[in-house]
């Protein structure tokens, strides 16, 4: 086997510790480390899948290895994060658990991604590395709205939450993908919107507004759909 095979395997596998080193983190109590680690692994994400495309060494293997990465990495370790929050608003509450349907919604997305033929250029449902980053970047955001956090001093807030976003993950809602085929501005409009978007917000509020950004993709994506059907 030659040796640039290994190149993307190796990457998704720096992924996957990223995600390890994540959960060792947010079981330390930092949770605010947390999104520094699923950014990395977003990285590494991003590397493997463009180098195994560049090398044109693309196979079963890595796409099934990517996806157990992806399951740690986007699944486990956000999943963690919000039990985290939550049991700290109400030490020792079972109802903490009941956050813990991020993961097991994130394994199935990542399972139904793996054999659904219509996510080329749209993705179907909220993928797993913006969910993580949503809930990853929340603590960031509280800490310049004060007024969202004192919602979320109530585990019931933290429940739905991880309800809404775990149906989101598996929803049959069309979104919008940065896979430009073309760099028209008319066929890509909102591409160019998000992106725009989210550099704005990045620069404005840096980590806290990531999850605005998350809220701007979905309400974009919404847009288009209705736009479309017109």
């Not at 970047?137 to 919602?151: A, H, S």
């Not at 019931?156 to 028209?184: D, Q, R, T």
Request: neutral net charge.
């Amino acid at each position: 086997m030659k040796l640039k095979s290994h190149i993307p395997n190796t990457l998704t596998l720096l992924n996957l510790l990223s995600g390890i080193i994540g959960i060792h983190w947010v079981i330390e109590g930092e949770i605010f480390s947390a999104a520094w680690f699923i950014i990395l692994s977003a990285f590494f994400d991003f590397l493997d899948g463009f180098a195994a495309r560049m090398l044109q060494v693309t196979g079963e293997l890595g796409k099934q290895l990517d996806s157990l990465a992806d399951l740690v990495s986007f699944g486990v370790l956000p999943g963690f994060v919000l039990f985290s929050m939550c049991e700290q608003v109400s030490p020792g509450s079972w109802l903490a658990y009941f956050t813990l349907t991020i993961p097991l919604f994130s394994a199935l997305r990542l399972a139904m991604f793996n054999l659904d033929t219509r996510q080329s250029d749209r993705f179907i449902g909220l993928p797993t590395p913006a969910n993580a980053l949503f809930i990853s970047t929340l603590p960031y955001l509280f800490t310049q709205w004060i007024d969202l956090e004192r919602f979320f001093l109530t585990p019931w807030a933290y429940l739905v939450l991880a309800g809404v976003l775990s149906f989101l993950l598996v929803a049959e809602i069309p979104l919008i993908a940065l896979k430009f085929k073309n760099f028209s501005f008319k066929k890509n409009v909102f591409r160019y919107v998000l992106i725009g978007f989210g550099i704005g917000l990045i620069l404005a509020f840096g980590l806290a507004g990531i999850p605005l950004i998350i809220l701007s993709y979905l309400i974009l994506s919404l847009v288009e759909n209705s736009l479309s059907k017109a």
